[in-house]
């Protein structure tokens, strides 16, 4: 479901994709698989956010909770999209604060991921 949403979503189709979405995240909870119901509210949080509501991405992308594996496998990235949330809303401080985070991650681990840099400069 998340390779089609993601599919989807790249096409701006965010209707289609949040619905494909949605899907994942109820069919997961049914059998309470925790690591697929964390990546489906990422993958909504994104959708939300590549669609222009930063205000519902942030909601998702907040429900990751730090000690899931979600999270402590993507935290860089994590931070980087709440940020880029807080962003969009005009919060700066709270912008500076997330991506600041996500920057401080890329410098330790090195990963070559330049989105937290660039989403710094615009703050």
């Known amino acids: 479901y998340h390779s089609m ?23 997961s909870e049914q ?3 925790q690591l697929q119901i964390s990546l489906s509210f990422f993958w909504i ?3 939300y956010l590549h669609s222009g509501d930063a205000q519902q991405a942030l909601s998702y992308l907040n429900k990751l909770r730090p000690g899931s594996e979600v999270f ?15 962003l969009e809303l ?9 991506i600041k985070k996500s920057c401080d991650l890329e410098r330790k681990e090195n990963n070559q991921w330049c989105g937290p840099f660039m989403w710094r400069a615009r703050v």
Do not use: R, T, V
């Not at 949403?5 to 069919?27: G, M, R, S, T, V």
């Not at 402590?72 to 807080?86: R, S």
């Not at 005009?90 to 997330?98: E, G, I, P």
């Open 5 to 27: 949403a993601q599919a989807l979503a790249i096409k701006e189709d965010y209707p289609k994709a949040l619905e494909i979405e949605f899907k994942a995240l109820h069919l």
């Open 31 to 33: 059998i309470n698989n």
């Open 45 to 47: 949080g994104i959708i």
């Open 72 to 86: 402590l496998k993507n935290q860089e990235l994590i931070l980087a999209h709440i940020g880029w949330c807080y």
């Open 90 to 98: 005009n919060n700066l401080d709270s912008a500076l604060f997330y």
